[in-house]
């Protein structure tokens, strides 16, 4: 198991979520809570997540972006993943994430939507 921490960056309304190598059952929970803190404490309309460094996802985090999807959709909000590898897309496209979520090559493009 990675111990790798997440980042976080608030650009305006924009939340950065800077992933670590793993996303997995053991480290979803902290992303959750930490997340719930900073959308009740922020008025985010955007969530990115920067997948640059993750080469590992498991079920929980396809949860988690859908989790999060729902309630970005719910008020008003996007969002969208950039930096995915082969590996997590094919993933992604397994558990039709990315008919849901925009994905771009650079964070930039991604946090600009």
Same mark, same amino acid.
């Given at each position: 198991? =990675? =111990?790798?921490?997440?980042?976080?960056?608030? /650009? @305006?309304?924009?939340?950065?979520?800077?992933?670590?190598?793993?996303?997995?059952?053991?480290?979803? &929970?902290?992303? &959750?809570?930490?997340?719930? !803190?900073?959308?009740?404490?922020?008025?985010?309309? &955007? *969530?990115?997540?920067?997948?640059?460094?993750?080469?590992?996802?498991?079920?929980?985090? *396809?949860? *988690? %972006?859908?989790?999060?999807?729902?309630?970005?959709?719910?008020?008003? @909000?996007?969002?969208?993943?950039?930096?995915? /590898?082969?590996?997590? !897309? &094919?993933?992604?496209?397994?558990?039709?994430?990315? /008919? %849901?979520?925009?994905?771009?090559?650079? /964070?930039?493009?991604?946090?600009?939507?």
């Amino acid at each position: 198991m =990675n =111990n790798e921490s997440f980042l976080y960056e608030i /650009k @305006g309304r924009v939340l950065v979520i800077h992933l670590p190598e793993e996303l997995d059952h053991h480290n979803s &929970r902290n992303l &959750r809570y930490e997340t719930d !803190l900073l959308l009740a404490e922020n008025y985010i309309s &955007r *969530i990115v997540f920067d997948f640059s460094k993750t080469a590992f996802m498991d079920s929980t985090g *396809i949860g *988690i %972006l859908l989790n999060r999807y729902k309630e970005m959709q719910r008020s008003g @909000g996007t969002v969208a993943v950039y930096g995915v /590898k082969a590996g997590i !897309l &094919r993933l992604l496209n397994l558990g039709g994430i990315t /008919k %849901l979520i925009s994905r771009f090559e650079t /964070k930039e493009a991604a946090v600009k939507g």
